[in-house]
């Protein structure tokens, strides 16, 4: 059997296998007005991510026994609660209006999924939200920053401050769960498909993003 952390160590590497090219919300070569707009549409579409975040994991916490795992969970709800505050008080500032926005179905549905998933094992909840998604958020985010560093430099800043450190974090705590669950092979295997199961549900509406992009919506 491979040991819980070389598992965790390989499935983080499945993981970033799967996200190579795949993560199609920003155009590097855009010009800066186009990339500018993007920055903007994914702050928006922030707001709601950070909101319902705190939503499903205020869902989940009932439904997590593991005593050092379960501690962890309110400290996230709270960084998520901040970022939810961050960014619209940013998006405020440049002159926007964050509650206008309107997400597309799919990411609605994803994260009405993950709600209705605080019934499932942690092992499964947190490889799909803290393990798979939260590692999928840092490579955005990191993504985000290089690109918003000369149309948007106090947006870039504030990601690299105030949130980004925040979802390193919280994919830690993804790690630290597989590490201590992800213990025999029947585990290891149910983690993996959680994760790729999560993957594919965020990859699809990375899609549905790019087709209402493509449509100039």
Request: net charge negative; glycine share 4%.
């Amino acid at each position: 059997m491979t040991a819980a952390r070389d598992f965790v160590r390989e499935l983080a590497h499945e993981n970033a296998t799967f996200w190579r090219g795949r993560d199609v919300r920003l155009d590097p070569e855009a010009p800066p007005v186009v990339r500018r707009e993007q920055i903007r549409y994914r702050m928006r579409q922030g707001v709601y991510n950070e909101l319902r975040s705190v939503e499903l994991i205020a869902a989940w916490i009932p439904y997590v026994p593991e005593r050092e795992i379960r501690e962890l969970l309110p400290g996230q709800l709270d960084d998520e609660q901040r970022h939810y505050q961050l960014l619209r008080t940013r998006l405020f500032g440049l002159g926007e209006d964050p509650d206008a926005y309107r997400p597309l179905p799919e990411w609605q549905a994803l994260f009405d999924w993950l709600v209705a998933c605080r019934t499932r094992p942690t092992l499964e909840k947190l490889a799909m939200f803290q393990f798979a998604g939260e590692t999928q958020s840092c490579e955005g985010f990191e993504a985000l920053i290089e690109l918003a560093q000369d149309v948007d430099p106090e947006t870039a800043e504030l990601y690299r401050t105030q949130i980004l450190p925040d979802e390193y974090r919280h994919a830690a705590i993804g790690r630290k769960a597989l590490s201590l669950l992800a213990d025999t092979p029947a585990a290891q295997e149910r983690a993996r498909a959680a994760c790729r199961e999560m993957n594919e549900k965020i990859f699809a509406a990375y899609r549905a993003h790019r087709a209402r992009v493509d449509r100039g919506a």
